[in-house]
């Protein structure tokens, strides 16, 4: 029912033919339709997925505990035959060892291979180069790099390694591990104490506990090479003889795994899957009724009084008896 309706009702027939009155109703049906205007557009900016600015979009994937990768590593098989040693001698090439392209990407070799003469192995290479990060843990960690990738990512608590936390908010092991996503330049992880009730290795108490990150950086698209551009290795290696230099012929495959960080429409169309798909709901404004009935808060997870009673026996803690309080 529209304004002027129910502001007409105030007066007798006559006044409200009276021009002042009409004017006056006039104005308030125009001033009507424009607050729901604004109460629509702020409504679809707030719920439209669409309309998201980039913060929030990352904000809604953290909470919802969807990684955001960053780079992909461009990884592959070649082909590598040597020759130039004598008979019965041999020549290893370490793991890392670095393999030159025509474009100027350096690959690296993923693991240590020992060669014969006239001998072809495939050998397994990726442009992610891999780097390690030691810190007391305080809330979280932060690790500014533009290059780093999520894949391959290792992390140990006291020399313990922990599990990557499960992909469902109301699965027990939804408080058991780390959690890492990358943003504006960062990778972030944050470490959650579980319970070992979901079966899986017990994630401790992280605060002040010495954390071991085992990352990797790459060049994304740019590690994307042709068809045998790969050269030869970085480095000369002799045969077991000490005498005799290995000599290697490299052939490849053209390779395009390497990718960049997502851009917005795909950041929108992730999390898009993760509401309609994984969460199965019918519409935004649905889940943003949810979203505000949880005991989350913000984009930050926390955990209920009862998961960390849970948490408390699992740990070796005694039950607290309420009985003589009740009584």
């Not at 969807?66 to 290893?92: D, F, I, P, Y």
């Not at 996503?181 to 959650?192: A, M, Q, R």
């Not at 009084?305 to 009985?323: A, M, N, R, V």
């Amino acid at each position: 029912m529209s304004f002027s309706v129910e502001f007409l009702k105030h007066f007798s027939i006559e006044e409200s033919n009276s021009k002042m009155v009409q004017i006056t109703a006039s104005i308030g049906d125009l001033m009507e339709k424009a607050i729901k205007e604004d109460i629509t557009a702020a409504l679809k900016t707030a719920t439209d997925v669409n309309l998201f600015s980039l913060d929030r979009i990352h904000s809604w994937l953290a909470f919802l505990r969807s990684k955001v990768r960053n780079r992909v590593a461009t990884q592959g098989v070649a082909q590598v035959t040597c020759t130039g040693l004598a008979s019965g001698e041999t020549v290893t090439v370490p793991a890392d060892a670095k393999m030159l392209t025509t474009r100027g990407v350096v690959m690296n070799q993923r693991q240590s291979i020992v060669f014969s003469n006239n001998q072809t192995k495939a050998v397994a290479f990726t442009n992610a180069v891999k780097k390690t990060y030691e810190a007391v843990y305080d809330e979280f960690i932060l690790i500014e790099s533009e290059a780093v990738t999520l894949d391959g990512l290792k992390i140990t608590l006291d020399g313990v390694d922990i599990n990557a936390l499960s992909d469902y908010l109301d699965d027990y092991s939804a408080y058991n591990g780390y959690f890492a996503t990358y943003f504006n330049g960062s990778l972030y992880i944050k470490i959650y104490a579980g319970s070992s009730s979901d079966g899986r290795r017990l994630t401790a108490h992280p605060q002040g506990r010495q954390v071991t990150v085992e990352y990797y950086e790459c060049d994304g698209v740019i590690g994307n090479i042709d068809q045998d551009s790969i050269t030869g290795y970085q480095d000369s290696y002799l045969g077991s003889g000490g005498v005799n230099q290995a000599v290697f012929q490299i052939t490849n495959g053209p390779l395009s795994s390497g990718a960049d960080r997502p851009t917005r429409p795909e950041l929108i169309n992730q999390l898009r899957r993760v509401l309609f798909v994984q969460r199965s709901v019918s519409s935004v404004l649905e889940y943003t009724a949810w979203f505000l009935a949880r005991p989350e808060i913000g984009d930050v997870l926390v955990r209920t009084d009862e998961q960390k009673y849970l948490e408390w026996i699992s740990l070796g803690g005694e039950p607290t008896d309420f009985t003589p309080a009740a009584e």
